[in-house]
């Protein structure tokens, strides 16, 4: 039997995220089949097997946070490798027991979705509300950019199926819904009702007798030394701010209480219950002028206010997003910010791109104005290569880069992803133009290898594409400076006294003032725009 811990997919990452699983046990895999897809904090990765043989067992959930070095599947390789790993096995069973019935689709669906093939994008939010719904996510046609499947695809697909109104509308509230819990522990219902009158009143006595039985019935907090669970389970104890050793259980392996995820979640239900119904019961009736929520609204995060149901979802923080949050903090609170503004007047510009666009279409090459801008910036980085850096702060050195790497702010559903076009002093405005498209596209597609993310010696960022005049870019550390580029727009300017109206593109540059003074700045952005108004300069480039 052999143990697949999850490797090492890229340098500094410490675990990953089950995206989906692509095979079920008893499948026969080949060797560097694609297992699953796991996504870590920069990318969208497959997992191939690295053995032949038969699955055995799956010991990861769609939607887990996996450690690197823990075992995620084992394989029956044939060869009467003996099995290594019972105690994880055991863990997994237990786990599976209890969580895989109500996140794995019927036979019927696994079948229907394995025989479609192919992959299926959708962040691991959509998948989860999929699997709320009842929604093979495989068989949803997605609306999003480059067919990715978005919510709305999930949730029309629900109602196309007959799914239950009430079934729906519990799953839409929140992709985090609530999973029952067998014997006699407390379930979650909603407890909203008209405020004020006898009815009320009963019904809050009423909550606050379920809430102290659910703590003082079985619920009672207990005291043990060591605890075992899975890793799963441990983290949901943590999100949930409870001590493993507290929680009750009549589960053991190995003659050790044994707890897993659903006790977790019943006994943090319980002690907020309990906080809750205490404060009801000493508040009075008529001081309630909205309605109750129920604890379990309140856990997933949806609330309802006043006389309709005003609702709030939560998603994750984690993989892809918690990155670029991680970064750009460590950038705001490590480089002391400073942003210059410009604007360069490009109706030359304007008039060359629409020249040479023809002859691009031509080639099926989409020329927009970012190549332009690109070979602008790296002519001002030759003149003001301060610019292309980096500040080592353990040697105290200050890193001047001679490849001139740019990276190119494109926005995904997974947040602002930075794809590196290299040497971009060496390369034509047809060629950039065209490895921006491709970089672009496969970023938004999460298909970008975390080789293509880095290396990059400075940034630009094109918000204008949305619209907008002028921002404070957030530099990508450790680079020293990033180029944020406005709206290119007609807008009124002074010509030798008079008011015309001109093409121009705001420039907003961010740079580390620990490295980069203001002047240096200043002139770099007035060496962009010299080539930006002058576009037949780039030609000496």
Known sequence: ???????????????????????????TVEEDQVLAEVETDKAVVDLPSPKAGTVVELLAEEGDM???????????????????GGEVSAEADAEAETEAAA???EDGEAAESSAKGGRVFAPPNVRRLARELDVDVASVTGSGPGGRVTEADVREAATKSGSDDADVAAAVTSVDDETETDSDEPKRK???????????????????SKA??????????????????????????????????????DKTRDGQAYVESDDVRAYAEAQRAAKQAEAEADAEAEAAVEPAVSEAEAATGAAATGAGDRAETTEPYRGIRRTIGQQMEQSVYTAPHVS??????VDDLVETRAELKGRADERGISLTYLPFVMKAVVAGLQEYPILNS?????????????????????ATDAGLMVPVVEAVDEKGLLQIASEVRELSERARERDLAREEMQGGTFTVTNFGAIGGEYATPIINYPETAILGLGALEQRPTVDDGEVVAAHTLPLSLSIDHRVIDGAEAANFTNTVIEYLEDPRLLLLE
Do not use: Q
């Open 1 to 27: 039997m052999f143990e697949f811990k999850l490797p090492d997919v890229g340098e500094g990452v410490a675990e990953g995220e089950i995206v989906e699983w692509l095979v079920e046990p008893g499948d």
């Open 66 to 84: 996996v450690p690197v070095g823990d075992v995620v599947v084992t394989i029956d390789t044939g060869d009467g490798e003996g099995d290594t």
């Open 103 to 105: 996140d794995t689709p």
């Open 190 to 208: 909603s407890a909203i009702s008209k405020v004020g009158g006898e009815a009320e009143t009963t019904e809050r006595k009423s909550a606050v």
């Open 212 to 249: 102290e039985k659910s703590t003082h019935d079985g619920i009672e907090a207990a005291d043990r030394e060591r605890t075992l669970a899975a890793p799963a389970t441990r983290r949901v104890a943590e999100e949930e701010g409870v001590d493993l050793d507290a929680v009750p259980t």
């Open 340 to 345: 210059h503004h410009d604007t360069a007047v």
């Open 390 to 410: 980096s500040l080592d702060e353990d040697e105290e050195v200050i890193r001047i880069k001679h490849d001139y790497n740019i990276g190119v702010a494109v």
